[in-house]
C-alpha cells in the first residue's frame, strides 16, 4: 500500500509527541534503531505464537526454532546472565499457560482475523488490531490486544489509550480486550494474566477523535515546513538509556553521518508478520 494511503497510526503519532525530530528520523528518513532484546523476544517468541493460534483457531504448533532464529539473539546478549529467561522453554510456558488459560476463548468468540490493518480514510488514521473476535451469542465484535510485560504500567489508563480507542475506531467494534501476560518472577518461570474489557463511552471516542485530528495536524504541520524540534532534555533518555540518535543530533545531524547508518522500510511493521 502507498504511504500516503497508509494514514498515521498510533505508533508514529506516539513517536512524534516524543519527540518530533526522533520522528523524522526514523519515519521519513527510515533510519533504523535497535530493537532491544524484551521487545523482540515479545513479538517473535509471544505475540506471534499466539495470534497464529487464533488465526487457526486454536489448532496450532509454533515452529519454535524457526521464531528463535527471528529473534536473533545476539551473543553479546546471551553473555548476560539476567538474559537467561529469554529462551525457547519460556516462549512454551507463556504459550502453553496463556492457551491452556483462555481456551474458552473459541466457544464465546469467531475469529475473524488478525493482524490486519485497517485505515479509516477520512479521518487518515491506521490501525493494526491484533485479533478481530465476534462474539457468537451477540454478534458484537471485539478486539485482542496480547500484552507480555514484566511492568503492569502497560495497562494504566487502558480506557484513555488512544491505540485501544483508535482500534475501535477502525473496526466500529464493541469494544476491545487487553490481555496481559505477567511474569511472577525474575526467571520468568511463573506466570499471571490479566483481561481487561473496555467498552468506551461515546464521549471518549469524540474526545479521541479530537485528540487524533489536532496530533495528526501537528505532524502534517512539520512535513509541510520542514521543522523537526527536539524535545531536549525529556526525549534523550527513553526507557532508562539514551536515545539512540543522541550522537546524531549532538554533531548536528551530518549527511555524511546519516548516510553512514542503517535503514530500512520504517513501516514494515504495518504488514502482516510471517515467519523465514
Known amino acids: 500500500m502507498e504511504r500516503n494511503l497508509l494514514g498515521y497510526d498510533s505508533s508514529r503519532l506516539e513517536t512524534f509527541q516524543t519527540c518530533p525530530r526522533l520522528y523524522y528520523y526514523l519515519y521519513e528518513l527510515g533510519l533504523k534503531e535497535p530493537k532491544g532484546t524484551s521487545a523482540r523476544f515479545s513479538e517473535w517468541m509471544v505475540h506471534l505464537p499466539l495470534t497464529e493460534w487464533y488465526a487457526h483457531a486454536g489448532n496450532h504448533t509454533p515452529e519454535w526454532e524457526t521464531l528463535w532464529r527471528c529473534f536473533a539473539i545476539t551473543p553479546e546478549e546471551q553473555a548476560i546472565k539476567a538474559n537467561a ?37 477520512i479521518l487518515q488514521f491506521g490501525s493494526k488490531p491484533d485479533v478481530r473476535l465476534r462474539e457468537r451469542t451477540t454478534g458484537l465484535a471485539w478486539t485482542l490486544e496480547l500484552k507480555f510485560s514484566a511492568w503492569d ?53 469524540a474526545e479521541w477523535r479530537a485528540d487524533t485530528i489536532a496530533r495528526i495536524a501537528q505532524v502534517k504541520a512539520s512535513e509541510a515546513s520542514g521543522v523537526w524540534h527536539k524535545h531536549v532534555p525529556m526525549a534523550c533518555t527513553r526507557f532508562n538509556q539514551e536515545c539512540f540518535f543522541l550522537r546524531l543530533c549532538e554533531a548536528g545531524a551530518p549527511k555524511g553521518m546519516i548516510d553512514r547508518m542503517e535503514t530500512h522500510n520504517p513501516l514494515a511493521y504495518l504488514e502482516k508478520r510471517s515467519v523465514k
Open 85 to 121: 529467561k529469554y529462551s525457547i522453554t519460556t516462549a512454551k510456558l507463556v504459550f502453553d499457560f496463556y492457551t491452556t488459560r483462555f481456551a474458552g476463548d473459541f466457544e464465546r468468540f469467531e475469529v475473524l482475523d488478525t493482524e490486519q490493518y485497517i485505515v479509516d480514510h
Open 153 to 205: 504500567f502497560v495497562t494504566t489508563g487502558a480506557c484513555m489509550n488512544p491505540q485501544f480507542l483508535g482500534q475501535v475506531n477502525n473496526t466500529g467494534g464493541h469494544g476491545i480486550i487487553v490481555a496481559q501476560i505477567m511474569p511472577t518472577d525474575t526467571k520468568w518461570e511463573t506466570l499471571q494474566a490479566y483481561r481487561h474489557e473496555i467498552v468506551p463511552r461515546p464521549a471518549d471516542m
